[in-house]
């Protein structure tokens, strides 16, 4: 399994609170990547990172900022928590492959549950 | 813009019964394509792949095929178990518009997942 971990793995929290998540990585893999997951929409991409300092905006990025100051750390975070952003957050990372086609498989950690009351 | 399509669930199936989960897909360019299953709990995992037209992925007794002259990418097994029960979603990965790849230049879109349920 690819070393992929997050914390915390359940949070409730109340709206208009800052709240940061962390994804850490053991693979030194260079792409990073954070999803919500709600019924009915798969996952979304909130941002993304394609090296240190690198990061870049997803499909649903409004309220949500992110960091990456280390290979193997990307940050999340809800600036000021509304009910909306209650959701499951999945953090996942890549390498793009070459050989078989060029190709981009992610591998995802637990996931962190989150609740904004 | 790309998009994937896949069959809404939940699905229901007995024990060692035929399984099909349809997924169409939308590009602009030349996609690889993705199968993903979640079990209860767990983040996705990658149960397989295809890079290109006419590829066929395989794993687990689950099997796929590229099917670019009808954008489709359908995922079957001949005899599901209950321990196959899960939700499944199919991706699809492309170069993003105008951009290189030193610079994060896949996009992954998913489909909204189909929820499998076998019983004994």
């Known amino acids: 399994d690819a070393g992929i971990t997050q914390s915390p793995r359940h949070k409730v929290t109340e709206t208009g609170t800052p709240v940061t998540l962390r994804c850490h990585q053991t693979?030194?893999?260079?792409?990073m990547y954070w999803y919500r997951q709600d019924p009915g929409h798969g996952l979304r991409l909130i941002h993304y990172s394609y090296g240190v300092k690198d990061t870049d905006k997803g499909e649903v990025s409004d309220g949500y900022s992110v960091s990456r100051s280390k290979t193997e750390d990307f940050l999340l975070t809800l600036e000021s928590a509304t009910s909306s952003q209650t959701s499951v957050y999945f953090c996942?990372?890549?390498?793009?492959?070459?050989?078989?086609?060029?190709?981009?498989?992610?591998?995802f950690g637990p996931g962190t549950r989150l609740t904004v009351l | 813009g790309n998009s994937v399509t896949q069959m809404e669930g939940p699905v229901t199936l007995s024990e060692e019964a035929f399984l099909t989960i349809n997924c169409t897909y939308t590009?602009?360019?030349?996609?690889?394509l993705f199968w993903y299953v979640q079990y209860p709990g767990e983040g996705l995992q990658l149960l397989l792949k295809a890079t290109k037209a006419d590829d066929k992925g395989s794993n687990k007794g689950f099997e796929a095929t590229y099917r670019k002259e009808t954008t489709s990418f359908h995922l079957e097994k001949g005899s599901v178990q209950v321990s196959d029960s899960a939700v499944y979603f199919c991706?699809?990965?492309?170069?993003?518009?105008?951009?290189?790849?030193?610079?994060?230049?896949?996009?992954?879109?998913f489909g909204a997942g189909t929820r499998l349920f076998v019983k004994a």
């Open positions: 991706a699809l990965s492309d170069l993003r518009k105008g951009m290189e790849l030193s610079t994060g230049g896949f996009k992954t879109i």
């Open positions: 590009a602009t360019g030349y996609p690889s």
């Open positions: 693979e030194n893999h260079r792409y």
């Open positions: 996942a990372i890549s390498e793009s492959k070459s050989g078989q086609g060029l190709f981009n498989e992610q591998f």
